[in-house]
């Protein structure tokens, strides 16, 4: 079983310790692995991992699959000027509602709505469409997984994106609380958020039937299998934006420029683009259709196994297919991609473990090409500080799984000290 740097993810993994466990971790993951009780979590964990754990790297690996090593990159991005003063507006707006939140002790009881600027913030540095034509912010209120910090989507594709919400009022994806439990999360549970004893009532989804059948015939060309009905998704971002108000952005330029600049340097490169938001990728779509750029298609949590292997098909097989848009949530879900060996993560996400597992479709036992995986990032901008807590929750595994002793006692995950820090406050 793979191992994840989150420390909720070892739960499943040591059920025996069960609830005195998840004490431990949950003091750790609020930030207190400087209190007494957070350094015996960790000394703890970092034991039992060391006598059960049978850990392989690539690094050690290496002579067995012959893999060539993997090159990443971080690459900044400057916002144009009226980018940088629309972005400038919004976070000057939600960091003074944060400074009073601060000032009246309500930072822990807002979590959730602080979450919810997070994500703004995170959207208006890649595109300011995904404000300003986004669906109702007062509907996707308060709905920011307190596990993930990732948003739960109003009609979530599969059922493990899903909404639970505990007796108490806090929510998840079904997914992370499930695998925070590591059962069923039958009866009376320890919330992860508020640690009250509670029931948590899980979210259903419906698939739509046009997402349910393949969705041409498998002879039909590329370009009737994505035009196909049933494969067109409804109620986009393209389809919200007027035709005159349609344009590009800085971060969606650059990341077409770069697999521009590839392909004239090497014509057989092909690009894995990676987003959280489906949005986004929707836009990223237009833009590389506008320019023509051979797009295969863009992979989502939506579609079936029928369909995402049409999908996968057609970027293999056509020289001509070169771009791969994918959900990094979809990203994880057993997809083969050695067709690949540019992967791109277009905006960086809390869980570092989770773009490391989307590069990985490219980059494993296969593979003949080097891969390389660029990081964009624009300056100034609330990636920049999201970068620094990655890191932070790396020393997870780094501490857990015999890494630099001392790192037990710097480790923090996303506390209300990284809030005000998010916010610079």
Known sequence: MGYSETLESSQSLILYTERAFRKFVFLVRLGS????????????????????????????????????????????????????????E???????KVQQLAAEGQLEAKVSDILVLLLRLRQAANHRHLITYSESLEKNANRQCLICYDEIPVRPPVQGEAMARGTCGDVFHNQ???????EEASGLIECPSCLKRVEVHFGTVTIPRQLAEPPVEPGSSLEAFLGSPKLVRKN????????????????????????????????????LIFSQFTSLLE???????????????????GLNVATRNRLVYHFKSDPNSIILLISLRAAGEGINLQAANRAFIVDPWWNPA???????????LGQTREVKAI?????????????????????????????????TYRLQQLSLQDLKFLFKL
């Open 33 to 88: 692995a400087n209190s007494w009780e957070g350094r015996q979590a960790l000394d703890l964990l970092r034991k039992i991992l060391g006598n059960i754990l049978l850990r392989r790297t690539k690094a050690e690996r290496h002579q067995d699959v012959q893999l060539l090593d993997l090159v990443t990159e971080t690459r900044f991005i400057r916002l144009a000027p009226d980018e940088r003063a629309f972005y400038d």
């Open 90 to 96: 919004l976070f000057e707006e939600y960091q003074e």
């Open 176 to 182: 992370c609380i499930r695998q925070y439990t590591g």
């Open 236 to 271: 986009t971002i393209i389809s919200r934006i007027p035709s005159d108000k349609v344009v590009s952005s800085s971060k969606v330029n650059e990341v077409l420029d770069v697999v521009q600049t590839m392909v004239k340097v090497d014509p057989t490169n092909k690009f």
């Open 283 to 301: 836009i990223t779509e237009q833009e590389i259709r506008r320019r023509n750029m051979g797009l295969s298609g863009t992979i989502h949590g």
């Open 354 to 364: 989770a773009e490391l597992q989307a590069i990985q479709r490219a980059h494993r």
């Open 375 to 407: 990081k964009f990032i624009v300056q100034d901008t609330i990636e920049e500080r999201i970068l620094l807590l990655q890191e932070k929750k790396q020393l997870v595994s780094d501490t857990t799984i015999g890494g630099d002793e001392s790192a």
